[in-house]
């Protein structure tokens, strides 16, 4: 009983190590972002919905990267303007195609 214990406490500090790692990760890419001139912005998916006119003027006109994230640790997802897409992807139909 102790060993299965000492187990569960031990994947309790590698769950929390790995989160406390991926916030970090996420803060240097912010912060990476951020030093180059790139616009992003964080939202909940309330505050997107309320506000998704908003937030669409500002991925087109403003070149903003939306961050939009969701409850109960489901994905996140990103709204970027059409243009920065099809930069982003510019190259990856050419490769697909070799």
């Given at each position: ?20 790692w ?38 087109t ?38």
């Amino acid at each position: 009983m102790l060993e299965s214990n000492y187990k569960d406490y031990k994947h309790f500090f590698i769950d929390i190590y790995l989160v406390l790692w991926y916030h970090k990760l996420v803060q240097k890419i912010v912060q990476i972002k951020v030093q180059k001139g790139v616009n992003m912005i964080t939202v909940g998916t309330s505050n997107f919905r309320s506000n998704i006119k908003e937030y669409l003027e500002k991925a087109t006109e403003e070149n903003t990267d939306i961050i939009i994230t969701r409850k109960n640790n489901q994905a996140s997802a990103v709204l970027i303007s059409l243009e920065k897409y099809n930069e982003l992807t510019k190259g990856v139909d050419s490769k697909d195609k070799k």
